[in-house]
């Protein structure tokens, strides 16, 4: 049996404590979660405000749950516990709302919140 692994997502943050998968950026987001398998994860803890990718587009917090949102619709996968840790208070709402929408959809419990984990900032 394979360990569930979580994922912290941010682009600056680094959690104190625990064994998280660190994804700084949008599309390190969706490699890591392509190559490990959503149903590999127990927990995915998303900030909202991501900067400027490389290529100069911004993605955010909310487009990494659309992500997800979409591999569970495409591929019948089950999300894993998702958390928002963001300080932009918003986009912590946009995103809890668009989890729980989902999973209301698919008659389950609205388990996505907002929580403080704490953590360092990388310079």
Request: net charge negative; aromatic share 12%.
């Amino acid at each position: 049996m394979q360990m569930l692994k979580y994922l912290y997502l941010d682009d600056r943050r680094t959690p104190d404590k625990g064994d998280w998968i660190i994804a700084r950026n949008y599309d390190e987001f969706k490699k890591i979660i392509n190559y490990e398998g959503l149903e590999n994860f127990k927990a995915i803890s998303l900030d909202h405000d991501l900067g400027i990718n490389e290529d100069l587009t911004e993605n955010t917090g909310f487009d990494c749950a659309n992500f997800l949102i979409d591999l569970c619709l495409f591929s019948g996968k089950k999300l894993p516990q998702i958390y928002t840790h963001s300080d932009n208070i918003g986009g912590s709402d946009n995103i809890i709302n668009l989890i729980n929408r989902w999973l209301l959809f698919n008659d389950l419990p609205q388990t996505c919140c907002r929580v403080s984990i704490p953590y360092t900032i990388e310079e």
